[in-house]
Each structure stands twice: as structure tokens, then as C-alpha cells.
């Protein structure tokens, strides 16, 4: 399963957090409806 992604590694909710943090405070500013994919460049849909 490592080598599913470019990380290397399943991406962990605490990972998922910190992407949904970020596009929650004001430094998100210039992100405007766009798709935010935080799979670790895993190819396709991610479900958490």
C-alpha cells in the first residue's frame, strides 16, 4: 500500500485536519472554489 501514493505513507486525519485548518483560517484568502485533494498524490477519489 506505500507505494499507492507519492508520500509514501496513508495520508492520517490529523493530516486531513490540518489541509481543512488551513482552508479555514485567513491564509486561505487567495483559494476560491477550488478542489483541494490532500490524498498524497494518490491518483483518483480518496474516501475518509
Not at 493530516?15 to 490524498?39: C, M, Q, R, W, Y
Request: overall charge negative.
Amino acid at each position: 500500500m506505500n507505494n499507492l501514493n507519492v508520500i509514501r505513507h496513508l495520508v492520517t486525519a490529523e493530516e486531513v485536519a490540518h489541509v481543512v485548518t488551513f482552508l479555514a483560517s485567513p491564509k486561505s484568502i487567495a483559494i476560491n472554489g477550488d478542489a483541494v485533494a490532500a490524498g498524497g498524490g494518490i491518483p483518483g477519489s480518496i474516501y475518509y
